[in-house]
């Protein structure tokens, strides 16, 4: 062999060896998110999607995640479940979903009579909600991050008018969290089902009434076919936030710019699925009524008045309760949402108060 040919092969050796080396084939990763939405579910579930291209694409393609919609991979209220065993390294759904692990996640996504979602992702982020969510998901070795928004949902769909909360006993309702717990307070026989469930639920009677999200989630689930009359707004969801769930190992075991990454995408698109949800909202409505037949009514003062007595219980009974991390939360929702109130009281609400009255301009 001649020098020149020695040469050639340890450069082809070393060119070889540097595609090889251990940072490079690291530097790809590839996850899995389970989901608790139907697959193309607008809004929400277009939320998840598009938060891993997010991803995707600001990791260079470092870090790339298949989505399961429901059932796929794991059945939809299983999601979080997957992410502690380790079947999948993220989820993306409702953090009341998981209220049997601690009633303390149900803060995470909405609570009657509660925030809306402004005030909420102020409780979040800056008020010390994060820091109480990270120490419950500790416990289960997962990190939940806020993903989107629906803003005020609607207050669901009922096949017969509803006037009083007479007309609420024996129910049977869909809705989950502490809202579940303050429609059977009302007098409703209460279930949870994943979004793709609730249709065949409603058209096989086995329940009367359901709730989901709003106008935009709702026509492309269905309901309208089955249900006419169409309730707002909901009381036990004033803002509704959905949640990315990862594997804390397996995130703390990432790059810090991976990491946060991760972390950015997720305040993007929770932005982004909040002024998705409220741009296609009164589009959706708008469709329903003239097409549809779907009647829009109030709920009324009596339901509305009901519902305040109803949830001031369930959050006292939280706030009593000797689990300690949920009993933090309540307390530390209370005091955000006391503090929150007074900008509604003198800004926000005097002028919607005002807008509605005094302009209009066609
Ligand atoms: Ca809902």
Not at 188 to 208: E, K, P
């Amino acid at each position: 062999m001649d020098r020149r040919s020695v040469l050639k092969k340890s450069l082809t050796a070393g060119a070889g060896a540097a595609l090889a080396a251990p940072a490079f084939s690291q530097g790809k990763i590839e996850w899995r998110m389970v989901t608790t939405w139907p697959k193309n579910f607008p809004g929400l579930g277009v939320g998840a999607e598009n938060l891993v291209k997010r991803i995707n694409i600001m990791s260079a393609g470092r870090l790339t995640i298949k989505v399961y919609s429901a059932g796929e991979l794991v059945p939809p209220l299983q999601a979080l479940d997957a992410v502690i065993n380790g079947t999948a390294e993220m989820s993306h759904g409702a953090a009341y979903y998981w209220q049997n692990k601690n009633v303390g996640l149900s803060f995470f996504t909405g609570v009657p009579y509660g925030m809306t979602s402004r005030e909420h992702a102020a409780w979040v982020r800056i008020l010390g909600g994060q820091q109480i969510w990270d120490e419950i998901y500790d416990q289960f070795g997962v990190q939940g991050f806020l993903s989107g928004d629906t803003g005020t949902q609607a207050g669901g769909w009922f096949r017969k008018e509803i006037n009083k909360v007479e007309d609420i006993k024996g129910l049977r309702f869909r809705t989950p969290g502490l809202g579940g717990q303050v429609w059977a307070k009302l007098g409703a026989s209460v279930t949870n089902l994943a979004a793709g469930q609730i249709f065949q639920a409603l058209q096989a009677g086995t329940l009367d009434a359901a709730e989901f999200v709003g106008p935009y989630n709702d026509l492309a689930l269905g309901f309208y076919q089955i249900a006419k009359n169409y309730y707002f707004p909901s009381f036990i969801e004033p803002g509704l936030a959905t949640e990315a769930v990862v594997n804390k190992s397996k995130y703390k075991a990432l790059p810090a710019d991976l990491q946060e990454i991760i972390r950015t995408a997720c305040q993007a698109e929770y932005d982004q699925v909040a002024s998705d949800i409220y741009a296609n909202d009164p589009r959706a409505l708008e469709t329903m009524v003239s097409k549809h037949g779907v009647k829009v009514h109030m709920f009324s003062d009596e339901i509305l008045s009901a519902g305040a007595k109803a949830s001031a219980e369930v959050l006292t009974g939280v706030r009593n309760s000797d689990n300690a991390l949920a009993k933090k939360t309540a307390e530390s929702f209370i005091a955000g949402l006391n503090l929150l109130r007074q900008r509604a009281e003198i800004t926000d609400s005097p002028y919607l108060r005002a807008r509605e009255k005094f302009f209009k301009l066609k």
